[in-house]
């Protein structure tokens, strides 16, 4: 049999592919919102995922989160896909515990490649103690995959976005550049084998590092890039997040990738969304801005705690770095240096 | 000089496309881009390997003079 090609039979991939931000916001602006009093995290708060209190002292927190593959490897594709969409309830500070599937699949491809694409998620899904207990196929001209999971946490313990406070250290926990690499990758560039085992990597012991210690606030890094989460979470906390550009650490290839065009097209709708929210020094060179601007597929957790928290961290999970930090609010949410 | 229609094609096609075509024409060429990714793309990476670069809009896309 011929070995499958997934990312030749996609347009675009992984969560490069999601929606434009102003575009959804055109969609669902001003739409009512049913009301739940146990709804604690909702449609409004553009946080990772719903939080709902079960009334006992813990909440369920649930997300969804499916794309087109990004590698050619079923398996792999599976467990990225699993990787990511578990991620959203580590960002929550939750322990993911049971997931769906959600796959699109073309009729011309092989059966044996959606048993791939499976066996990689369970596994995935397995590494994080998530049982895989169903789901729903869709006959579909390109291949998606990704899971609905539902976690839990102690309702006084869970992380959002808006909980960030000036003088919290910005900790991000997995190096930025996954989509430029991939975009090379599939031009056939580069092997993009760093860029691949970050996005394989749960963000389990990233989330785990941190107990313990005081998180104010707290996001993943995905499709609306670093700039994209970082003004969301400074948004809904009323601070502005101020980023140190030379303590950003990328994967290695991603700044000669960038500076030689090989940027995912988010990156552009990314900044048309975010041109007024976000200022960046003039000084900071095109490719740094360009991959500030790119979207990531299952990228890092970033985490907000005061320095003393953040420096044990560190020591805890040595791989993660502080970006910055975040300042009474200033005229822009979100400040590059 | 010769023109490169990268109409219809997404991201990173246009800068594959170039990336051949400025192999065999080394002075440069002309390129057509359809869509915004591709007219930012394309123009960084010829600028990367030290080209000149002006564009100027052109029916539904863009037109994109590299040259030395």
Redesign the interface.
Known sequence: MEEVRLTQLV??SGCNAKLPPGELHKALDGLPSLHSDMLIEGFESSDDALVYDLGDGRVLIETVDFFPPMVDDPEIFGEIAAANAISDIYAMGGNPSIAMSLMCFPSCLDISVMRRIMTGAIAKAGEAGVVIAGGHTLSDREPKFGLAVTGFADKERIWTNGGVRPGDAAVLTKKLGTGVMM??H???ECDASEAIAQMRTLNREAKEAAEGLCVHGATDVTGFSLMGHSYEAASASGVTIMIEAERVVFLPGAEKFS???????G??TNEDYLSEKVSISEGLP?PLR?LLFSPETSGGLLLFMPPEDADEYLRRFPSAFIIGHAEDRREHPVIVI | MIVLDTSGYSCPEPVIMTKKALRDNKEGLCVIVDNRAAKENVARYAAAVGYNVETEAEGNGWKLTISK
């Open positions: 347009r675009s975009t090379a599939k031009a056939g500076r030689l065009g090989f940027l995912p097209e990156r552009y095109l360009d």
